[in-house]
């Protein structure tokens, strides 16, 4: 497992370039790298949706679509876009390397 | 670890005592004492800190660079002996590499098809009562219910479900006022562990490894994915966290409905805020009262430093309390719609059963109000779990009108 760079930005524009290994989580990155806007409060399993990102259109079209399970949670949120994604099912990948990671800031 | 002698913090009252028994009946007014006097308290007796303000129970859930689960979630300074690893006593990488593993399983989506067999086992449990107009809603059904839908996701024969329930029982027992490790935590450790290593071991010999959970790990093990010790850990947890905290979960529900009257006759004219009142228990009355963490590094924390190498208490229900946090968070309202509870705790060792006990908390109450609406509770023959971990009943006894059978 190797490290991929890529970049938060944060709910206040403010970006910060990360380093994380592959097969962990974009939620889980955050918290690691203490990004603000993440709070992923379940943990991971893909129910309180407070880890939601927006992705570029390319990086969304390469990764595999959300789950029905995803696809419900992000639909239920007010600001939700073409490319949201909930950060705790997007497993960091070589796709990621480069990427930038538009972080949505949901309230709990 | 000792603080400064000059420290102010080493004044303090001692009102906070997890291990007494005493404090299990109501420990509400308790927590709002610290909440509002001692935001970083000290208990002198046990050497250990609290955290009891939903900002400062976030913060140290959230910072788990700081703030390690180590050897363990309790404040125990030494963990039962023979007892082996499991994710809440892991960090990162470690814990995110086994958690993953079994992440998928326990997703609200993945967890929703359970909901029929959740149901029909509800219903098996509550019939033989609904014609007598009395059960021990724990002792005869919430003890029994998730223990149930557990063993079947591991394959447990329903046969041995009360002697593992007898075991986890065992293992989480602590004396009043007392936090040594006892003799019935070691034995109910290795009965549990050997319970397990003999299941694995027979489909191993049958070469029929199967595709519930145990089948899932064993195959984990055969790709090099966990050691063999670490496939017993997460059978071990899966055990005792299947068990305990949804038991509790379906008496605090049941209690605070009754005490909460007017709550359950809305619920009754509209059973699908049955959700809602499960989630408002799990805040108010949530099971998992308290974790501890510890500290790998000082921390600074309202004008304290807290040393490294610290046990750290995060007393879950009192930051779901906090006023701080929440308008009126002393009453009980199922419509509050409250997400970011810590009733699961926070972070990356969020209850990784979350859904399911949502959900099986959910078909609890559900066919409660189907078959008993009218509950009432014999407040006197109510019985306790002792646990500075856990808050709920052993027993609880109800009266109803009698239902002819359907």
Sequence with gaps: ?108 | MCVAEADPILNQPQIYDPYEYALHDDPYPVYRRLRDEFPLYYNRKHDFYAVSRYADCMTVLRNFKTFINGKSTTLEKEVIPGSLPFILSMDPPDHTRLRHLMVNQFRPHNVAPLEEVVRETARKLLAPHAGTGRIDIIADFAAKLPMAIICALMGVDPADEDMLRGWTDDIVHREDGSNEIVEVNITGTRNLLGYFEEMIQGRLARGEVGEDIVGQLIAFEQQGKLNHAEVLGYLYLLAIAGNETTTKLIGNFTYQLWENRHERDRLIGDPSLAAGAVEETLRIDGPTQMQGRETAEPFELHGHTIPAGSKVAVILTSGNRDERHYDDPETYRMDRGSRDHLGFGGGLHSCLGAALARLEGRIALEEMLATMPDWDIDLASTRRMHSAYVRGYTHLPLTFTPRSAA
Aim: charged content about 25%; some cysteine.
């Design chain 1, 1 to 108: 497992m190797s490290d991929v760079d890529f970049t938060y930005i944060q709910p206040d524009g403010e970006e910060k370039q990360v380093e994380a290994m592959e097969g962990m989580t974009l939620m889980e990155a955050a918290l690691f790298n203490g990004i603000d806007g993440i709070q992923g409060l379940c943990g991971g399993i893909c129910s309180c949706a407070t880890c939601h990102v927006a992705l570029d259109k390319e990086l969304y079209d390469k990764l595999d679509a959300p789950s029905e399970g995803e696809a419900e949670m992000i639909a239920m949120l007010d600001d939700h876009g073409p490319t949201s994604r909930l950060g705790c099912q997007v497993s960091i990948s070589e796709a990621l390397r480069g990427a930038r990671i538009r972080v949505l800031g949901t309230e709990a």
